[in-house]
């Protein structure tokens, strides 16, 4: 074997050791789940990449970040000790239902509106192919595509064009939730 051979045997084991490692790590902590399945590979995620390149965004896309990684303030992810189901539910729309990313994306009914525009956004920056596909797709996997991982296998420039319109959307619905909570908890 030659030693350029050589090279890159090591370095994809290396890559393979060090790609276990990680997928073990993220799998140790159950809040990852949603980050796991969306971020597949040892690479710089997608928001990062729209942060580099249009700084005035980044503000959204750490809050998408915050979606993914399960470090936001829905209250699924309330951490008191003593927190039971019932302070885990939604209180925007009082259905009982518990307030997790996809609860609070796609089916709150007080974020109805605002949801439409996120869905605008992405009928204005796709075709309508693309946009029917998005439509058709299981809830999970609508998440999954609003917050970066391209199940659709579309073009990376036209899949990252549609996450940099429709991210200020998500981010306005995101602090019109916020806002919300707080004045019907306070």
């Not at 075709?127 to 299981?138: G, I, K, Q, R, Y």
């Not at 991982?149 to 036209?158: A, G, P, Y």
Request: hydrophobic share 40%.
């Amino acid at each position: 074997m030659g030693r350029h051979a050589w090279k890159r045997v090591v370095k994809r084991t290396i890559s393979e050791v060090e790609y276990a490692y990680w997928e073990s790590s993220c799998r140790l902590y159950t809040k990852l789940s949603l980050y796991t399945s969306i971020i597949t590979r040892i690479e710089p995620c997608v928001w990062w990449t729209i942060a580099k390149c249009r700084p005035w965004l980044n503000k959204c896309c750490k809050m998408m970040v915050r979606l993914v990684t399960n470090e936001h303030k829905l209250h699924t992810n309330i951490k008191h000790p003593d927190s039971m189901h019932k302070n885990k539910l939604c209180i925007l729309c009082n259905t009982n239902s518990v307030e997790t990313v996809e609860h609070f994306l796609l089916y709150c009914q007080p974020l109805e509106s605002q949801r439409n525009v996120v869905f605008s956004c992405i009928k204005e920056c796709s075709t309508d192919a693309v946009f029917n596909s998005f439509m058709a797709l299981p809830g999970y996997a609508k998440i999954k595509f609003i917050l970066g991982s391209n199940v659709l296998n579309l073009d990376i420039m036209l899949f990252t064009d549609i996450l940099i319109n429709c991210t200020p959307q998500v981010y306005f619905m995101y602090e019109l939730r916020n806002m919300l909570d707080e004045l019907s908890s306070g």
